[in-house]
């Protein structure tokens, strides 16, 4: 058992202090840890856990156990209590709340912080407002409902309640901001891997990093960057995943899909996200070990369904078409244009189409 929960433990049981814990908005994380932790419990028994071994494990209460089993039943979860066996989870709900993300979550650093809101303008704005007060690098931030989500260049982004997954990761990379285009790629790469093992799918990138299934958009990822001329303060990365949403605005009808449409089955809007910031962070390591993706181009190009295709390119400076080749290590699109000269395409400067349908 960690320090910090002993500490915590002792701050609970002073009723002046745990006031003074509330009012300084600190309260409400020791208790959610305590849930947080007594549902991974539960979960990974698969079984009967004790009273007794969730009271040693966490160093808490019988009282303290039984009050988050309850707050658990409040959330939605379904379970049993048995005389001389414990407590054993019979069904979860439709949540993407912080401890369901939480008990599942296998990673090092990113998402160790979650918020969750059940409705919020955008995940993206409010990542950049915390990150502005100084949240931490790896905190992430997930939303149930955007009322203003936002996607590239000014479009809308929906997500409707109990239907979408929207969340935002927190960086601060200390890298120059001309790097910062490639971190996208690495979300990319994580959101079509989830997809890939969680689910019969071939989704692939439509570079630089939508996520493509049947020839239609299933993830979009929007990053914003704080800057000066040769450092970042921060990045959000903000992922939207078609999860189970079965009708789109009409503007999108056409190139939009989601993964139920695609499974024809309900999907688990918290396995989803759980899974992609866990390829996240396996290929995120890489690429700050490499400081570009040259350990990842492989495995990226593997996943680019432009490749071998024809592409259109609207650089400013001109459109032209081409074929795609795959990314270089700054991942760079490599263009042979139909003149045969190669283009190196970077991703944020121009747009690329295909030229036979979405991708
Ligand atoms: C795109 O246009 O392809 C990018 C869409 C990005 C949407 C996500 S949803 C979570 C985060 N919050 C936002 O407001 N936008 C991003």
Redesign the pocket.
Known sequence: MSGVRLICQRLLYGAEKREALSSAGILCKVTDMYKNEILRMLRSSGTYVSGQDLCRELGISRTAVWKNIRQLEEDGYEIEASAGKGYRITGFPDTIAEEEVASILQTERVGKKIRYFSRI?????Y?KRIAEEGAEDGTLII?DE?T??????G?R?V?PPGE?????LLLRPPLSPDRISMVTLVMGMAAAKAVRSLYDLPAGIKWP??VVTGGR?L????TEMSAEVEKVHYI?I????NANICEFPEEIRQIATSLKLETGQDVNRAQVIARTMEYFERYYTVFEKDGDLSGLMEEYNALLLNRGRGVRVLDPAGAYTGTARGINSRGELIVERDDGAESMVYAGEVSVRGIYGYV
């Open positions: 303008d955008s995940t993206n704005q990542a939303a955007q203003a989500g936002k996607g590239r260049s479009r982004w997500t979408a997954i929207a969340f935002t990093n939508d958009k993830c979009g990822i929007l959000v903000g992922v939207g995943i």
